[in-house]
């Protein structure tokens, strides 16, 4: 009986990988840091309209077959807040955003849900967009109401205060 002896050939891919050159980390930061300013306004603009779709999106009527739909579409354009504010370094709306997706996620199926929730925080999220980056003081306040808000919001309270 024989052996087969076979030998690996090297793709182009692992020879290019292989190979010195390209560009530092620093460099590639760098470059990015100034791609994502040259698109920040057109993400601020894209921001803006998820929270005006947040805020225009209406309650889901009395006798709906399907509430949860509307919680799903809050969840959805928060959701799209994040992604969109993310490469920003936009953390305070990303914290309202993630902050109202936990709310609704965890909303109880068997009750109606109290949508000025939604409206409170895509009218703080429209604050925040508005504000100027050295009013840290007055995000802080906003954040730490809105920490109020959910916590009220949140399943633990909900089953303290049925105990």
């Known amino acids: 009986m024989g052996v087969v002896l076979r030998t ?6 692992a020879k290019l990988i292989d190979q010195p050159g390209g560009v530092s980390v620093g460099v590639a930061l760098a470059q990015a840091q100034a791609n994502l300013k040259d698109l920040q306004a057109r993400g601020v603009a894209i921001i803006a309209g998820r929270i005006a ?3 225009a999106l209406p309650p889901p009527p009395p006798g709906d077959p399907d509430p949860l739909r509307r919680l799903t579409e809050a969840y959805d354009l928060s959701n799209a807040i994040i992604d969109a504010a993310g490469p920003f370094e936009m953390a305070d709306l990303c914290t309202i955003a993630a902050g109202l997706c936990d709310v609704l996620d965890s909303a109880p199926e068997d009750r109606p849900f109290d949508w000025r929730i939604v409206t409170v925080h895509a009218r703080s999220m429209q604050l925040i ?8 003081e007055d995000r ?6 809105l920490g109020q808000l959910q916590a009220r919001h949140s399943p633990e309270s909900s089953q303290s205060s049925e105990g």
């Open 8 to 13: 690996q050939r090297k793709s182009r891919l």
């Open 53 to 55: 779709a947040l805020e």
């Open 140 to 145: 802080a306040v906003i954040l730490d109401r």
């Open 129 to 136: 967009l508005g504000l100027p980056p050295e009013a840290v």
